[in-house]
């Protein structure tokens, strides 16, 4: 079946840097996605990863292990605006749609 | 930003209505999707459509029913509302299918919030 995890809830202070991690199961494999989405809002896209290893984009990386089914998005120079929730999504078994995590919520506070 | 708009945007029915709700994109992006998203539960699969008139079930799609009969328009229809079915609709597009090679970022419109009294 198709499975992703990721916890429902992280906090962090300004400044600072935090990881939030993501584990999947899910069959025919095409690529693992995190989107960004602030309370009202709709999600938009932030990374995708297909291949293993670090993808950087500024202050926002990405990290997949596929033989793990493990990713995590590190988050860096950590602003209030980051407070949002993030979402973990992977391919589903027909290799047609995505699947989302529950996503985890991040506060920043100062 | 992509151009996807929802309407309504927001709606307040009753039970054992009809409803439809509409995704309009001017972006001519082949497949489209409706997800819905509830506390606890993260975004869901509804339905989703890789053409005009091709349309394939997600992994939450008891008691919804889709049509496309336009690149532009992908609607999803309650046909008799429940209160279960109250929740924030987001329809999403993208220019490929996950399976293609090619990267298939999927952009949101901006939700329509349905609740069922």
């Known amino acids: 079946g198709q499975n992703i995890d990721q916890p429902t809830e992280m906090t962090a202070t300004e400044g600072a840097i935090v990881q939030i991690n993501c584990t999947y199961q899910?069959?025919?494999?095409?690529?693992l996605f995190w989107y960004q989405q602030h309370a009202g809002e709709a999600p938009t896209f932030l990374s995708y990863?297909?291949?293993?290893g670090l993808e950087e984009k500024g202050r926002f990386s990405s990290f997949l292990s596929r033989s793990k089914g493990y990713s995590y998005l590190l988050l860096k120079e950590l602003q209030m605006k980051d407070s949002a929730s993030y979402l973990c999504?992977?391919?589903?078994?027909?290799?047609?749609?995505?699947?989302f995590g529950k996503g985890t919520t991040l506060s920043v506070s100062s | 930003d992509a151009g996807i708009t929802q309407s309504p945007r927001h709606k307040v029915t009753e039970t054992g209505t009809p409803v439809t709700l509409r995704c309009h994109q001017t972006e001519n992006h082949r497949y489209m999707y409706w997800y819905r998203q509830d506390p606890g539960h993260g975004l869901r699969l509804i339905h989703y459509?890789?053409?005009?008139?091709?349309?394939d079930k997600g992994e939450v799609s008891d008691g919804y029913s889709v049509s496309r009969s336009k690149t532009e328009d992908f609607l999803l229809t309650l046909e008799s509302a429940t209160s279960s079915q109250t929740s924030v609709y987001f329809c999403?597009?993208?220019?490929?299918?996950?399976?293609?090679?090619?990267?298939?970022?999927?952009?949101f419109g901006p939700g329509t919030r349905l609740t069922v009294l």
């Open positions: 990863n297909v291949l293993d």
């Open positions: 899910t069959s025919g494999f095409n690529g």
């Open positions: 999504a992977a391919s589903n078994q027909a290799g047609t749609a995505l699947i």
């Open positions: 999403a597009i993208s220019e490929s299918g996950v399976i293609s090679e090619l990267f298939n970022e999927q952009f």
């Open positions: 459509s890789y053409g005009v008139k091709d349309t």
